[in-house]
Nanobody
């Protein structure tokens, strides 16, 4: 079992920045990948960014490329999502998820472990 706990959400003005954290526990993460997903009101859950723990390979949704950055800290067993140049359309509940390193990063259903989610609100 992998337990995931997110933090760092909140309210920010458009153009501002936030950093989300996802602390993992329960397993050694070297054989996993971690993804960030978001769900806006009335919309489907969507992939935001992902990282393969073993080698740090990253992937991003087109909507956040150049603005968001995902990274991991091995010592702290933590994955970060740095969000810059935030837009009102980034408003959503953000969740981190963990799954086997071999899964397709963008498909939420392939991740068996999920955090509780955290609200990010960007005001215009």
């Amino acid at each position: 079992q992998v337990q995931l706990v997110e933090s760092g959400g909140g309210l920010v003005q458009a153009g501002g920045s936030l950093r989300l954290s996802c602390v993992a526990s329960g397993r050694t993460m070297s054989s996993y990948r971690v993804g960030w997903f978001r769900r806006a009101p009335g919309k489907e859950r969507e992939f935001v960014a992902g990282i393969r723990w073993s080698d740090g390979t990253t992937s991003y949704a087109d909507s956040v490329k150049g603005r968001f950055s995902i990274s991991r800290d091995n010592a702290k067993n933590t994955v970060y999502l740095q969000m810059n140049s935030l837009k009102p359309e980034d408003t959503a509940v953000y969740s981190c998820a963990a799954g086997s390193a071999g899964i397709t990063a963008t498909i939420g259903q392939m991740y068996p472990y999920w955090g509780q989610g955290i609200q990010v609100t960007v005001s215009s």
